[in-house]
């Protein structure tokens, strides 16, 4: 029980603190999100009593750095897709 418990806590304090990022994309963010949450879980099923909770943080901790560095990336492609041409000159002068 107080796994689970532990693992919950480190799984808060990757959701708590996905939020003070102030620079990042929605791709990015979710992209923490879930690979914070992933990694704990992956993270936790490795060693048993106090390993159990060092996998569960250090999971926790690269699973949301990895998370969020695909997320980034997701986030600079939808910007190269989606970013409009610079505008042309509506009229051009004879030479």
Do not use: H
Request: charged residues 5%; hydrophobic residues 40%; glycine residues 18%.
């Amino acid at each position: 029980m107080k796994q689970s418990s532990f693992v919950m806590a480190f799984t808060a304090v990757a959701i708590l603190l996905t939020g003070c990022s102030t620079t990042g994309g929605s791709n990015q963010t979710a992209g923490t999100l879930i690979g914070g949450v992933a990694g704990a879980l992956v993270g936790s099923q490795f060693g048993g009593g106090t390993g159990r909770v060092v996998g569960a943080a250090v999971g926790t901790l690269g699973g949301a750095l990895v998370g969020a560095e695909v997320g980034k990336s997701m986030d600079r492609q939808n910007q190269q897709q989606y970013t409009p041409p610079p505008p042309q000159p509506a009229y051009y002068a004879p030479a």
